[in-house]
C-alpha cells in the first residue's frame, strides 16, 4: 500500500514565503514578493494547492490587505497585515485576537523567528501582508465566515505537518465553532450529523449555534463539557441515533454497526413486538415492520440516545432530536 502524503500547514508556507520576501527587501530595498503553492498531501483539505503570498515593504501604499478594517501584529519594527484572501477575526472565542489577522500563535511565532533572521539589517519601520490567492472564495467551504472570520481563510498549524486524512483537524474546526459560542455567551451548542439534520439545524436556530460534526459525537460532546457551553442538543437521523443509543462514541461504519439482535430484543421488551434480526440491514428497513409503533420509536431512541450521552457527560444538559 502506497503511504499517504503529508503537507505544510498553511503556517509554514506563509512562513517560509516571508522569509524569502523579507530577505529579498533587506537586499534591494524595494518592494519584494513571493509566491509559495501549498504542498499537495492526501488530506481532504481545502487549501492544498493553493498559492500563499508575501508581500514586504517599507511604504504601507505598496501593500493590498484584506479590505475589513485590522490591527496589524507588531514584530520589532514590522507590521504585519492580513492580505488578500486571508481573514480578520472579528469575534471572540478564536486564537488570534478581535481586530487581527486570523493568524494563529504557532505561525505567527515561526514569521518571528524570519524576522529574527534579518533583525540586525532592518533598519526602519516595514510592512508586510500574507495573502491567499482566491482565499475569499475557498473559505466559502470552510467555517470561517459562521465563527466570524472574514474575507478569507486562516494561517494555521501546530507542528508545522498536515497529517493526511487528519481527525485531529476536523476536531480543531469544532472546537474554533465551540470557543466561539461559549465567547458569545451562547447557552446551548446545536450539534448535527448529516444533511438533513444541518437542514433542520438551520430553520430553528442561529448559524453561530450550529455545529456539523461529522461522525464524532463523543469527541464533539467532551469538547461542548470542557468549553462551559451549559446545554448541547444532539440533532440526526434515526441511523446514527440507535448508533449512539447501543453506545458508539464514533457513528462511522468503520467503528462499528448497530446490533439488531439487541435492537430487536429491545423492541420487544418495551412493545412485545417479535422480529428476526438477521431480516434487518436498515434501521429504516425494520421502521416498515413496526406499523403503529413506528412513531413512537423515535423519542423512545431520542431518551436512550439522551441517557447515553449524559452518562458520558453528566454535568452536560442534554437533549436529542432525531429528524423524520
Known sequence: ???????????????????????????????AQTVTEKMDNDDLDV??????????????????????????????????????????????GLKPPIGYPAINPRPLEAIEAQYARFADRIDREIYATIGIEDGETIARDTANAKVGVLGGLSILGTTGWVKPISHEAY???????????????????????????????????????????????????GIVAQSGVKQAMFVCGIGKGVKVMQGHRNTHNRFGSIDFTVLCEQIEKKWGLQFNSENFRTVKGLLTELGEYEEAFYPYVEIRATEVMRGWFPDLEMTTHIVR
Open 1 to 31: 500500500m502506497t503511504p499517504l502524503r503529508r503537507g505544510y500547514t498553511t503556517g509554514v508556507s506563509a512562513a517560509l514565503a516571508f522569509g524569502r520576501a523579507l530577505e529579498a527587501w533587506c537586499v534591494s530595498r524595494e518592494r
Open 47 to 92: 487549501t492544498k494547492g493553493c498559492m500563499i503570498v508575501a508581500t514586504v515593504s517599507d511604504r504601507l501604499e505598496d501593500l493590498t490587505s484584506n479590505p475589513r478594517e485590522h490591527s496589524p501584529y507588531t514584530i520589532g519594527k514590522l507590521r504585519l497585515y492580513a492580505g488578500e484572501g486571508v481573514g480578520v477575526v472579528t469575534r471572540a
Open 171 to 221: 476536531l480543531d474546526s469544532i472546537r474554533s465553532e465551540v470557543a466561539v459560542i461559549a465567547a458569545g455567551g451562547i447557552e446551548t451548542a446545536v450539534l448535527t450529523l448529516g444533511n438533513a439534520s444541518l437542514a433542520y439545524a438551520k430553520e430553528r436556530f442561529e448559524a453561530v449555534q450550529i455545529v456539523e460534526v461529522g461522525n464524532f459525537v463523543y469527541d464533539a460532546l
